[in-house]
């Protein structure tokens, strides 16, 4: 009997109010802690988009282009309208996010799928800079979870299991979403 799930139950879990609820409590608290508008409305809209992909992604292993298409594009958009002059710096680390894990990809086409690349992409536009605390933040958490499997069920096991990344991206954007900045104010300037 097989344990996967189909395409409908992840549907199905997205859209139960529960999960609604949670989606969007986390997306306007995220968003109540900005200190400017363009980020508020950046990283709450980001957070609506993090939620069913790292959902999906955890049940089905697969980003989809439809979610993260329609949301660099609303990103683009919001960050045009809200913050021009802001929007070339949030281009550059999208494609410096983006381009690390599309290094990694091309390395190792078997441990990561280019959906990781494009959600890293898409958050990058959302995040500007705080993108490479998501990065380092998700990288840090899947290595962890790495480390409990290899204790509990021995390296070799460990080995063979597939973690989906999706996940870990998720939680380091909503962390980046709310430490971001002041971890990198932090370091910048007493480093």
Same mark, same amino acid.
């Given at each position: 009997?097989?344990? $996967?799930?189909?395409?409908?139950?992840?549907?199905?879990?997205?859209?139960?109010?529960?999960?609604?609820?949670?989606?969007?409590?986390?997306a306007? &608290?995220? $968003?109540?802690?900005?200190?400017?508008?363009t980020?508020?409305?950046?990283?709450?809209?980001?957070?609506?988009? /993090?939620?069913?992909?790292?959902?999906? #992604?955890?049940?089905?292993? @697969?980003?989809?282009n439809? @979610?993260?298409?329609p949301?660099?594009?609303?990103? !683009?958009?919001?960050? !045009?309208?809200? #913050?021009?002059?802001?929007?070339?710096?949030?281009?550059?680390w999208a494609?410096?996010?983006?381009?690390f /894990?599309?290094?990694?990809?091309?390395?190792?086409?078997?441990g990561?799928?280019m &959906? #990781?690349?494009?959600?890293?992409?898409?958050?990058?536009?959302?995040?500007?800079?705080?993108?490479?605390?998501? /990065?380092?933040?998700?990288?840090v958490?899947?290595?962890?979870?790495?480390?409990?499997?290899?204790?509990r069920?021995?390296?070799?096991e $460990?080995?063979?299991?597939?973690?989906?990344?999706?996940p870990?991206?998720? !939680?380091?954007?909503? @962390? $980046?979403? !709310?430490?971001? #900045?002041?971890? @990198?104010?932090?370091?910048?300037?007493?480093?």
């Amino acid at each position: 009997m097989s344990t $996967a799930q189909s395409p409908s139950s992840a549907s199905t879990r997205l859209r139960s109010p529960a999960v609604i609820i949670a989606t969007v409590l986390l997306a306007v &608290g995220v $968003a109540a802690v900005q200190t400017s508008t363009t980020n508020a409305v950046l990283r709450g809209v980001m957070v609506l988009v /993090l939620v069913p992909c790292a959902v999906i #992604d955890f049940e089905r292993r @697969i980003i989809p282009n439809r @979610i993260t298409g329609p949301a660099a594009v609303l990103a !683009l958009a919001l960050g !045009l309208a809200l #913050d021009p002059a802001g929007e070339p710096q949030r281009l550059l680390w999208a494609a410096v996010a983006g381009g690390f /894990l599309l290094l990694a990809a091309l390395a190792n086409p078997a441990g990561m799928g280019m &959906g #990781d690349v494009k959600l890293l992409g898409v958050m990058g536009l959302y995040l500007g800079r705080p993108v490479i605390v998501a /990065l380092l933040c998700a990288l840090v958490a899947s290595v962890f979870t790495g480390i409990v499997i290899a204790r509990r069920r021995g390296v070799r096991e $460990a080995r063979k299991t597939a973690l989906p990344l999706g996940p870990y991206l998720a !939680l380091g954007g909503v @962390i $980046a979403a !709310l430490l971001g #900045d002041p971890l @990198i104010h932090a370091y910048l300037h007493h480093v």
